[in-house]
């Protein structure tokens, strides 16, 4: 990475994109993929009651180690989508202190933000990120 003057600028700026862009749409994927596995817990509880004649509980013997399974996974999802989240907070964090020690650098990346064919990073209202120089030049 560039140390200083008009490179750190722009590689602070690519920064920006990535924590206000790419990160969140990662994390917003697995948003999803929580919302989904969630989904899927009233209808195992439906799919493995059985009748009390049958031996091995209300659940039978396979329930159990698949819901344990199931709240293993959700617990690694949100610690990752956690993860990315804060990620992306220290990325934001991190290009304005460098910003600020560098008035070259500050300079071009202020002006990549206020320029139409850059912008301010962000991802568009459905949280998909256009490609650079499209949808107001947001990276």
Known sequence: ??????????????????AKNHLPEVSGQYRVALA??????????TA????????GGLFGPVYQPLADLREELS????????NLDLTADALILATQVYADGD????AEFNRRRMD????????????????????GGRP
């Open 103 to 106: 008035a070259e650098a500050a």
């Open 116 to 135: 139409p064919a850059y912008g301010e990073p962000r991802p568009d209202e459905n949280g998909v990120v256009p490609p650079p120089g499209a949808s």
């Open 1 to 18: 990475m560039a140390t200083t003057g008009d490179d750190l600028g722009v590689r602070l700026y690519e920064l920006l994109a990535v």
């Open 48 to 55: 493995f009651s059985r009748p009390a004649e049958l031996e």
């Open 36 to 45: 989904a596995l969630d989904g899927t817990g009233d209808r195992a509880t």
């Open 75 to 82: 617990g690694a999802l949100s610690t990752t989508r956690e």
